[in-house]
């Protein structure tokens, strides 16, 4: 198997799907000619031309508005708006319109679209290019919110969400668009709502998604080298999420550590965190900790950024005073 990037896996997984299924075609901003803002769409449009490969007017709302008027007529958009703050332009025709129209209509109508941004924590975009929303879309019924944490899932994972009938926030993260690994050249697909149990360990339950999950894999590493066996889940899905492989994994070690990117107050860890401690706090030998990015706005400056985003070394401090508990 060949080593590839994060970013050559989500290319792939679109020029597969693009291949497959003639109903698919791609809409964002500078997609097309500027090959998208992270190069992710480089070379699409000379290959499958400008009307399947649209670039459009900087216009978040026109964007999303193009995702659900299409799929309502039988097409299968993959809608890209560049970074995930931006979205917040188009909550309305997200919220209110997407989410809702299977419902309303009892099921008449099917939006088959994914919706693809871009989670840009960790470097220095400042407070308006930094922002992780996930658990904003986690809250809307109707909507279904993925987060690979891995080329491999990347791939596998959008694959699986341009099948869906109804529409899918994809949120990818920039600092993860240069990891490799081993991707298959071949079309696969990664069950949505199925976590993934990166490691196993009897001592301690770590669950991240996205860029915390090379966080807290390297985490374990230096845990176990300190005699400390962590186990590793990957959500995958935000929502919906994966809670029998969670809860299971926390009767097991009897303990957990949530690691987060966005900030603490109403992320998704605390759904996490209320989801065990209703159905599995008599399991527990320590109480749930939450590792998370502190609410406030994300700074510019490198030296704050350094200490904003929680850190290898903040998930093994947090770990062994549980263990020790």
């Known amino acids: 198997m060949r080593e590839i990037t994060y970013r050559e896996a989500v290319r792939e997984a679109l020029i597969h799907a693009l291949e497959e299924d003639e109903r698919v075609f791609l809409a964002g901003e500078d997609i097309g000619l500027w090959n998208g803002c992270f190069a992710v769409t480089e070379g699409l449009m000379d290959r499958f031309g400008s009307q399947r490969i649209k670039d459009t007017p900087l216009s978040e709302g026109a964007i999303v508005g193009i995702g659900v008027g299409a799929s309502a007529v039988g ?21 209110n319109q997407a989410a809702k129209m299977h419902y309303m209509f009892g099921g008449r109508i099917k939006l088959p679209f994914v919706l693809r941004t871009v989670n840009t924590g960790g470097g220095n975009g400042a407070a308006q290019h930094s922002q992780s929303l996930e658990a904003l879309f986690a809250h809307i019924p109707g909507l279904k919110v993925v987060m690979p944490g891995s080329a491999y899932d990347a791939k596998g ?40 149990v990166k490691k196993e360990g009897k001592d301690l339950t770590l669950v991240a998604w996205s860029y915390t999950l090379p966080i807290a894999m390297k985490a374990a590493e230096d845990l176990q080298a300190e005699g400390i066996e962590a186990e590793v889940i990957d959500l995958r899905t935000i929502s919906p999420f994966d809670r029998d492989t969670v809860l299971e994994s926390v009767k097991k070690t009897h303990r957990l550590l949530i690691v987060q990117e966005a900030v603490n107050q109403g992320g998704f860890g605390s759904e996490i965190a209320a989801v065990v401690a209703e159905e599995a706090i ?15 706005p994300v700074p510019f400056s490198p030296a704050l950024v350094e200490h904003f985003y929680v850190s290898k070394g903040d998930v093994v401090k947090a770990a062994k005073a549980m263990v020790a508990y």
């Not at 993959?78 to 309305?92: G, R």
């Not at 990818?172 to 697909?189: N, T, W």
């Open 75 to 95: 097409m299968r958009p993959v809608v890209e708006i560049m970074e995930t703050d931006f979205t917040a332009v188009a909550f309305d025709v997200i919220i």
């Open 282 to 296: 008599e399991y527990l030998d320590a109480p749930i900790r939450r590792l998370t990015s502190p609410f406030a």
């Open 157 to 196: 994972l959008l694959l699986s969400a341009i099948d869906e009938p109804n529409p899918v926030i994809f949120i990818e993260h920039s600092m993860l668009y240069g990891l490799k690994e081993d991707v298959p050249e071949e079309a696969y697909r990664i069950p949505l709502g199925k976590a993934h």
